[in-house]
């Protein structure tokens, strides 16, 4: 045991990290993303992603969905500074792995290959509900919806397939069956 | 229709709906048209600091010390930008604040005009909410709401920026202060307290033989009837007392329940009790890293209750059995109650319950951990703050600090008996803050003795306020407690870092008696313990601003501490303490 005799206190022991989904239902005011953007980046919190639009034209009512890892301490941190934010009217806070959870995400791939290797390509997006939105001699753009991790992995199929772009959403999120969170 | 007002105007109908008497500022070309107004509006007097810093630090101790909101008005640009200091200092104290910015004109924004700058975007982190009005038409309600947020839940400042055309534009001036929107459910706590919450506090409390209650800012913040509570709580239990170094005063400092302030320079009765404690009540504290040193070894024994108005303050730090989110005042009132017509078994045993307990607190108090060796060649600085409040204490006299050792010693030696007597920079640690903040105090109460226990580096930071003090009249007293080094860091670098006291000393002071002189002040110079109580009222008994220049012993270092990386209680108590060894991940960490 090291005798420290400094000004500040040494790190304690760290809990195990998750993952969570944040949901955040905000004013859709000007700056009001900085405001919860920036409360992850000043208090050193992650974001793995981030999706976010209006949900209720009527109402302006902005949703924002975060991915996060933390300790369990650390999500109960951000929930409980998200709610004191003056835009914010509710925060919801999913496990990733919760079952009654649905997570989506849309991504669009940019293929440019031969004939052969395009064809390898969308064969292995074919699961992920997948739409061609655009072709030409030598390229397409599919477009598909599936889990972050499935993404991941098709983005390491493609690749040798000829993929040159990609764009995707970061996930969003809603719960099974005929409840909404309050 | 009613008669068209412009945004300047409607500045100020808002400030007197809230009976706002005094703002703090300095002009600029962003804010002209709102200064213009202020000739208008006899009931609201402006005091012009000579930096927006010095301005929002006063705003600071007129808030604290009367428990309105501090009104600060400053230009856009370097305007805003100099209250930014102020600002964080007020958001991690908890200080109510309204900030009203000037903006370049709207058509401007965006394109680096003169004196621009993204003063929403730079105050966010450190405001609870902020607003950049772009129409006139929302001026009212965003002011008036500008109020609610700062000073309701836990209170932080706030700040309305406001650019030059809308301060010129014109509107129907309509307040709906009666239809008030409620923040998104946020500040408003609805008051009930259950008596669920109440017995399960008290069971604890009943089963205990070793507890502490720990208090903090939040119940001077609840205002003066919380701290009539608590006291009227300790006496009911017998339980000791200890404060944080904010919550100071809202338990009387002589009482023999209380403990004396606990943390890293708190007693070592105080620390001891907290590690040792088996129920350990949070009232309005945050377990801020100064109070908890290293977090796995705090007070291990212990259950712990956290009554707090901020949920996210519970748990923060700190992991607590039974968390209450409250109004510190109206819960404590609430379970006196309880304790009184439902628990009366409990006043029967409690005492009893916890003599032991008290034979054990005796023994840590026998260390006398505040103790100092005295000299009759030089003025040790804990025997200048022991004088001062001995010939302080017979009126009700307001203390503001600076930050570093004298700011400890002060807590230490000084004893609060009420709310509200004491304004220090806690959280931000901001050097600076004790001279404006006495400012802002004196205009709050302007018949009462107001001293700020200063440092002599600290003071020169915000020097330029005296000039502020001496326009409005104001008799504040600044005591330096002058050792020629920024003390704190002095210690540090001689515990840490082989004395190198590098770039600690300061080379080149002025004469603060001449400085005194210079602002047109009176300067008073104390070199010899046995001056010191003649000099010390004769600086009481001045009517006008009084700089004192205290040459203390340059050497001193403050104790007791709590080395960090050390739990309670194993405090280094004086200098014999302090000959071990320092690590290298120990400097680390500084």
Redesign the interface.
């Known amino acids: 045991m090291s005798k420290s005799k400094s000004a500040y206190s040494e790190p304690g022991k760290l809990g195990k990290s998750e993952h969570h989904i944040i949901v955040v239902w905000v004013d859709n005011e000007a700056g009001v993303l900085a405001r919860v953007v920036g409360l992850f980046s000043g208090r050193g919190y992650n974001i793995e992603s981030l999706a976010v639009a209006e949900v209720d034209r009527k109402k302006h009512i902005s949703r924002i969905t975060i991915v996060t890892s933390g300790t369990p301490s650390v999500i109960e941190q951000i929930k409980l500074q998200l709610k004191k934010l003056i835009p914010v009217h509710k925060v919801a806070d999913f496990k990733r792995n919760d079952p009654n959870i649905l997570f989506k995400e849309l991504a669009l791939f940019k293929v440019v290959s031969s004939k052969k290797n395009r064809e390898k390509a969308q064969k292995a997006c074919k699961k992920y509900n997948s739409f061609v939105l655009d072709k030409s001699k030598n390229s397409f753009v599919i477009q598909v919806t599936a889990l972050r991790r499935e993404i991941d992995k098709l983005i390491e199929t493609l690749s040798p397939l000829g993929l040159v772009s990609t764009s995707r959403t970061g996930a969003v999120a809603m719960t099974r069956g005929s409840e909404i969170f309050k | 229709m009613g008669k068209l007002i412009s945004g300047a105007e409607i500045v100020f109908k808002v400030l007197e709906h809230h009976k706002v008497e005094h703002i703090f500022g300095y002009p600029g070309g962003a804010v002209l048209p709102i200064y213009d107004e202020l000739k208008n509006h006899k009931t609201i007097k402006h005091i012009l600091a000579r930096h927006e810093q010095g301005a929002g630090h006063a705003a600071e101790g007129y808030a604290r010390s009367s428990g309105k909101p501090g009104v600060l008005l400053v230009t856009s640009g370097p305007g805003a930008t100099n209250a930014v200091t102020a600002l964080t200092d007020a958001y991690m104290d908890s200080v109510p604040l309204v900030c009203i910015s000037g903006q370049v004109p709207t058509h401007l924004i965006g394109t680096d005009a003169f004196q621009e700058c993204d003063t ?2 730079i105050t ?2 450190c405001t ?2 902020n607003w ?1 009005v ?1 129409d006139v038409n929302d001026l009212a309600k965003i002011m008036d709401l500008a109020f609610e ?1 700062a000073t309701t839940g836990r209170p932080g400042p706030v700040l309305v920026d406001i650019p030059k055309d809308i301060q010129f534009k014109k509107t129907n001036f309509v307040l709906k202060s009666s239809n008030k929107k409620k ?2 459910g ?1 500040s408003k706590l609805n008051g009930k307290i259950s008596s669920n919450d109440l017995d399960k506090v008290i069971n604890l409390m009943k089963k205990s033989s070793k507890p502490i209650f720990y208090t903090g800012g939040g119940v001077i913040n609840s205002g003066p009837d919380a701290s009539k509570s608590l006291r009227e709580l300790v006496s009911l239990t017998g339980f000791p007392i200890t404060s944080t170094l904010q919550g100071l005063g809202a338990y009387p400092g002589d009482d023999p329940l209380f403990l004396g302030m606990l943390g ?1 320079h708190g007693t070592y009765e105080a620390n001891n009790s907290m590690y040792s404690c088996d129920l350990m009540i949070n009232i309005g504290a945050r377990f801020d ?1 100064r109070i ?5 070894e705090f007070s291990p024994k212990s259950k712990k209750i956290h009554i707090d108005i ?3 303050s519970i ?2 730090n700190i ?1 607590v059995d039974l968390p209450v989110v409250s109004d510190v005042g109206s819960f404590l009132k609430a379970l006196n109650k309880r304790i009184k017509e439902k628990h009366k078994d409990f006043l029967n045993s409690n005492k009893q319950n916890i003599s032991k307990w008290w034979k054990d607190i005796d023994k840590w108090r026998q260390k006398k951990s505040l103790s100092f060796k005295n000299s009759k060649e030089v003025i040790k600085p804990q025997y200048a703050v022991q004088r001062l409040y001995e010939l302080s204490k017979n009126q009700d006299t307001y203390i503001t600090t600076e930050v570093g050792q004298h700011q400890m010693w002060a807590a230490q030696h000084y004893k609060f008996n009420k709310p509200n007597r004491w304004m220090t920079s806690g959280g931000l640690g901001t050097m600076g803050y004790g001279l404006p903040a006495a400012v802002g105090v004196q205009i709050a109460h302007p018949d009462k003795l107001v001293i700020d226990i200063a440092g002599e580096a600290s003071v020169l930071m915000t020097m330029q306020e005296m000039s502020t003090a001496v326009q409005y009249k104001l008799p504040i007293k600044i005591f330096i407690l002058n050792n020629q080094y920024m003390g704190m860091v002095r210690q ?1 670098q001689e ?2 870092h082989e004395k190198n006291y590098s770039e600690s000393y300061t080379a080149a002071l002025p004469d603060f008696v001449k400085l005194a002189q210079a602002y047109g002040c009176v300067g008073i110079q104390a070199t010899k313990p046995d001056e010191l109580d003649e000099k010390i009222n004769e600086m009481i008994n001045t009517k006008e601003p009084v700089i004192f220049d205290c040459r203390v012993d340059p050497a001193e270092n403050c104790f007791p501490m709590i ?4 739990p309670h209680n194993q405090m280094l108590l004086g200098p014999e303490d302090e000959k ?4 290298d ?6």
């Open positions: 929403t975007g966010r982190p609870k909410h950049l772009k947020v923040l998104n946020k890293m890293d908890t040193g290293k977090v796995d901020d949920p996210s748990g923060k992991k540090w515990l840490l080395p960090s990386g050390k071990e060894e320092v690590s991940e120990g400097k680390t960490l500084v």
